[in-house]
Nanobody, 126 residues
């Protein structure tokens, strides 16, 4: 059973960088044919895919967030991380990490996530 757990500060000030880490257990983030994604949901809005990292450390980002987003990983800890810079109150959301199986990955969401973290609420406020 794969489990994902988000961690990081729940409050970030405007203009600062939001940083979250996803710790994965029950499966390796270097396993082939899985994309490890970050997805968010602002209050009262739908889910937004932000980006993903795959086995060979290639990263993919949403075009609308690409200039502010960075995804990295620490294979020794089986973790992957999200950094979102220059945040504003509009970045307030529940942030999820998730796993998506794929056969030929090109970014975005194709097959749907098979495992999700519980989500972490991040509020951007001074």
């Amino acid at each position: 059973q794969v489990q994902l757990q988000e961690s990081g500060p729940g409050l970030v000030k405007p203009s600062q960088t939001l940083s979250l880490t996803c710790t994965v257990s029950g499966g390796s983030i270097t396993t082939s044919y899985y994309a490890w994604s970050w997805i968010r949901q602002p209050p009262g809005k739908g889910l937004e895919w932000m980006g993903a990292i795959i086995r060979d450390a290639r990263t993919y980002y949403s075009p609308s967030l690409k200039s502010r987003t960075s995804i990295s990983r620490d294979t020794s800890k089986n973790q992957f991380s999200l950094q979102l810079s220059s945040v504003t109150p509009e970045d307030t959301a529940v942030y999820y990490c998730a796993r998506e199986p794929y056969s030929d990955y090109g970014g975005g969401v194709s097959n749907g996530m098979d495992y999700w973290g519980k989500g972490a609420l991040v509020t951007v406020s001074s």
